[in-house]
């Protein structure tokens, strides 16, 4: 079992009301194999919202209070990042995940790459907050730029 970023799904859950379906992960779940998870929405936030980026260093700095999320308006919305993380970890324990396909760069859910929180659009290695959390209890975190399953099937590389 797996949990995924609900965007795969086809869901409208990014934060500017959009999704990022990806066929393969949407096949997933639905024939039960994955369960979508949006910790964003999970932690209380709107959508649409604001965007929002990891400020002073990555979701493990977030996690152990040394980091803020912060959304391009100034409000701090760590609290709501962290709740959903913790949302989304009880979901992935609840099934039994022991994988996430989660959307890169954001700073929930990015497994490698994280906008680096000056909303410039720059990235810097790093984890989103919800893969930390994850990553920490045992949980294989992948993006979808990563994820082998895309590729079962296909010849070539």
Same mark, same amino acid.
């Given at each position: 079992?797996? !949990? $995924? /970023?609900?965007?795969?799904?086809? !869901?409208?859950?990014? #934060? *500017?009301? =959009?999704?990022?379906?990806?066929?393969?992960?949407?096949?997933?779940?639905?024939?039960?194999?994955?369960?979508?998870?949006? +910790?964003?929405?999970?932690?209380?936030? +709107?959508?649409?919202?604001?965007? &929002?980026?990891? $400020?002073?260093?990555?979701?493990? *700095?977030?996690?152990?209070?040394? &980091? =803020?999320?912060? *959304?391009?308006?100034?409000?701090?919305?760590?609290?709501?990042?962290? %709740?959903?993380?913790?949302?989304?970890?009880?979901? &992935?324990?609840?099934?039994?995940?022991?994988?996430? !396909?989660?959307?890169?760069?954001? +700073?929930?859910?990015? /497994?490698?790459?994280? #906008? *680096?929180?000056?909303? /410039?659009?720059? =990235?810097?290695?790093?984890?989103? $907050?919800?893969?930390?959390?994850?990553?920490?209890?045992? !949980?294989?975190? $992948?993006?979808? %730029?990563?994820?082998?399953? =895309? %590729?079962?099937?296909?010849?070539?590389?």
């Amino acid at each position: 079992m797996k !949990i $995924v /970023s609900a965007c795969f799904a086809g !869901i409208n859950c990014r #934060y *500017d009301k =959009k999704h990022n379906r990806i066929e393969e992960i949407r096949k997933l779940v639905r024939e039960g194999d994955a369960i979508p998870v949006c +910790p964003e929405q999970m932690g209380g936030l +709107p959508t649409p919202r604001n965007p &929002a980026e990891i $400020v002073g260093g990555d979701g493990e *700095d977030v996690l152990d209070g040394k &980091a =803020k999320v912060i *959304d391009n308006q100034g409000n701090d919305v760590t609290r709501q990042f962290v %709740e959903g993380a913790r949302e989304a970890l009880a979901m &992935a324990q609840a099934v039994g995940a022991t994988e996430a !396909i989660l959307k890169e760069r954001s +700073p929930s859910c990015g /497994s490698c790459m994280i #906008y *680096d929180g000056t909303f /410039s659009k720059s =990235k810097k290695a790093g984890l989103g $907050v919800t893969a930390a959390l994850l990553r920490r209890h045992g !949980i294989r975190v $992948v993006s979808e %730029e990563t994820w082998q399953g =895309k %590729e079962e099937g296909k010849e070539g590389s």
